[in-house]
């Protein structure tokens, strides 16, 4: 007797959660679908939201509603507590961590007969990028069975270019004769960049670009990401005051990167893209 107690109990509460899921879900589709898209997998006015999820409590969600991004086109939503706790309830249950890739290692010998044995970190047809076990990335051309090392010819190490901050490169390859027949080598879109006033930043092969405190490193020779860095919002103040912020570049001194915007500075390890310390201003 007691047991089939216990059972309606548990299939009233099933049920409650299911009507406040779907009644979220109403929610959600009038008031976040036309952006995000009905699953928050992403629209045309929105990114996909379901990996962003995880990383704010419902507090911070509700925050987030309420204030909006407005400098990157995310309007506030006026919501009663009720409503909003049928939309977290719904954003619970579309929520998804990001995969982790599983860790493929490999050993390749250069043209040179160098063995190099490290983590793959991308691959395409004729490009690979290895991690080394000290924490170097190694950009790869494919050359028959074997492999060719690339890396910067001439190095654009700031936002300036240089030290001397004259934005002016020393390669000589493209020149007024030939500038006019350049094209695009590669294409990378980065996911919600809205409006980027940013000056990739290039040493050792490998390109850093920023958007609002996100940072990706990409082989800057074949345009493969090597790895995408996002830095999340702490506390429960205004999600729009980091995010709103427009990355420059990324800042470099030896291996390590500095990205910066007006409020944060984060040093980060070149090879992984996880920050050694981050300082707030
Ligand atoms: C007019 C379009 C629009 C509407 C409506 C909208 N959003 Fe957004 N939202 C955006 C855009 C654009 C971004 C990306 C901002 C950025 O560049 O980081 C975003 C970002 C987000 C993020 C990710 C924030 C992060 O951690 O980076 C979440 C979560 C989110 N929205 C939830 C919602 C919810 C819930 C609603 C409905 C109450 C909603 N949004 C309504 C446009 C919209």
Redesign the pocket.
Known sequence: MRSSVILAGALTATTLLAQNRERGQV??EN??G???GSDGNGGE???R?TF??T??TDGQ?AT??RT??PA????P?K?GDDEMAL?ITF?RSIQRLPESKPVERRTILTIEGKKIEGQIVGEGFDDLQLRTDDKRVHLLRRAGNRYREVTSETAWPTYDGGPDGNRYTKLTQINKGNVSRLGPKWMFSIP?G?RMEVTPVVVDGIMYVT???ECYALDAGSGREIWHY?I??RGTGS?GSI?AREWRAVASSWTQRMRTSSRSIALMESCCGRPKSRMRG
């Open positions: 929610a959600f008031r976040c036309k952006c995000h006015l929105g990114p939201i962003r999820l990383k704010r969600l987030l509603v909006g991004i990157r086109n995310m309007p939503t919501l939309l954003l919600n809205g958007v609002a405190n996002i999340s919002a999600p995010a």
